[in-house]
C-alpha cells in the first residue's frame, strides 16, 4: 500500500447505498485503488430457517429477500419445490403467475431507476416512478391483501384466483403506463447530468461479466444474450412472444436502457397472458391446505428462473421428510455485487456510486 | 480424460458427475476448456458423516448444464476460484456458513457473520440454543461475546 493513500469507510448506512452496504475504500486523492465490501448486516440465514420449516411454510423467507419483487422469488421457489414435491399446479395458475411475475418485475425495476434517479441527484423522477409503482402494488392488494411481502402464491397454485376487477385493475393499468412509462423515461434520457454521469462509466466486458457469475439486465447490457426465461423457459415462458433487449455498450447508460425496454416487454407478456388465462381450477386438490404439511419431498432439484436481478436459483436437496433437507439460494445480486470492487478500480469516488447503483442492489437478497 | 467415479441423471435432468477430491482441480480444467465458462454456484451440503460440495456449471454458448459433485470426510476441498472467479465469494459463503475449507482460495474469511464467530450454523450439529451478541470494538470491526454487553 503506498503511503499517500487514505482509507475511507463508506455505509453501512449512507443515503446512497439502498441498504445496509458497507465499502471499504482505499482512496489516492479523489480516485479509488482499491475497494472491498463488506456485507452481512441484513443477514438472518434463511437456509437455515427453511431447514427448519415445512415445505410450504419457507416461502415467506423468500417473500423477503428481493423485498422489492417478492413475486419473482415465490415462483423460484416454488419452481424446485413443485417438482421435489410432485404437485404441479394447473394450467390457470401458471398464467397467473406470469402475469404476476412480470408485474413485479416492473415495479421492481420502477425501484430501482427511481433510486438510480436519487443517487445521481435527481428528485423528480423518484415520485414519477413510485406513483407508478403503487398501482401495481394495489393490484396485488386486490389479489391477496398484501403490498410487498404479498405471500400470495402456495405450493400447486396461488392462494386465491384472479377475480373481474383484478383483470380490470390490470388492463387499466396497461393502457395508462406506457404513456407514463416514456414521460418517465424522457426524464432520465433528456438530461444532461444524467448522461454524462452514466455514458461510458463503469464499462463491463462480456468476457469479465460472464466469469464473474454476472447475470440478468447487466449481463445483458454487457452484450449476451441469455434470459432464462428463453434460454430454459419455466411456466409458460415458451407460449407468449417478447425480445430479449441487449445493448454491446456495457456501460452504466446501457444497464438503464436494457432495463427500461425489459418493462416495455413485460407490458406484452402481460396483454398475451391476460387473453391466454384460461378457466379452471387454480390450485391443485393434492395440496390443499389440510394436506400441505404432509408432503413428502425426495431427490435433489435446482430451479433457475429469470428474476428482475438476474438468474435466481434455488437448489433444494431432500431426504424424504416433510422438511427440505438442505436448501440453497443461488442470489443474483449477491453475485452481480462481486464485480464492484472491479469496475470501480481506477475509478473517481463519485463514479463508484453511480456505478453500484446501476448494479441494482437489494440487501434482503444479497445477505439472505 | 480424467477419472471419475459415478455419473448418473439427476430429478431435474441435468447430468451429475461425482469426482473425488484429488481430480477435481484438473477436472474442472478440463471442464473450463470444454466451454462452462459460467459457474452457477457453490454449495455445500452437510451429510453428517461426511460434507458434498456440488458445482453447478452452464455454458452460456451451448446452453447447457452440468453438476459436479465431490464427497469430503474431513471438510478441506480445493478452490476453483482460480478457474472461475465467481466462485471466490461463494466458497467464503460456503466456508462461513457450512465450514469446508477451501485450500489455495486468496481471501479465505467469512463474508456474512463476524470473524470471531463460534461455529458454522448451518452445519447440522449447529447449537441454535447458544445465542452469541455481536458488538463493535474501538475500531469499529464487530467481535462476538457469550453474555449480552452493554449494547443489548
Redesign the interface.
Known sequence: MNDQWIEL?IGPQHPSMHGVLRLKAKLDGEIIRELEPV??YL?R?A??LCEMGFYCDNLVYFDRMDYVGAMNMEVGYLEAAE??LNVPPPDRAKWIRVIIAELSRIAAHLVWAGAYGLDLGMLTPFFYCFAEREKILTIFTEACGSRQETNYMSIGGVYQDFNDKIIQEIKDFLETFPKRLEEIYNLYVKNDVFLSRTKGIGILSKEVA????VTGPMLRASG?E?DIRR??PYLFYDKVNFEIPISHKGDNLARFLVRFEEMRQSLRIIKQGLEKLPEGPYFNPKAKKSMMIRLRGD??????TESSKG?F?V?I?ADGGVKP??V?V?SPT??NL?ILPVLSKDVMLADMIAISGSIDLVFGEI?R | MVDIISESKGKDGRKIVLVSVENLIPFMKEMRTNGFDHLSLVTAVDKKDSIDVVYHLHSMERNEYVVVKVNTKNSVVPSVTGIWPSANWDEREQYDLVGVKFEGHPNLKRIFLPESWVGHPLRKDYDLSKVQYINMDEDGEDYVTFDAGDGW
Not at chain 1, 299 to 304: H, K, T, V
Open positions: 469507510n456485507i452481512g443477514h440465514n437456509e437455515k417438482k421435489i460472464i466469469s464473474y457469475g449476451v441469455y434460454a430454459e431427490g435433489e432439484y435446482y430451479a433457475r438468474e436459483g437448489y436437496v433437507y438442505r440453497r443461488r449477491f453475485k462481486s445477505d
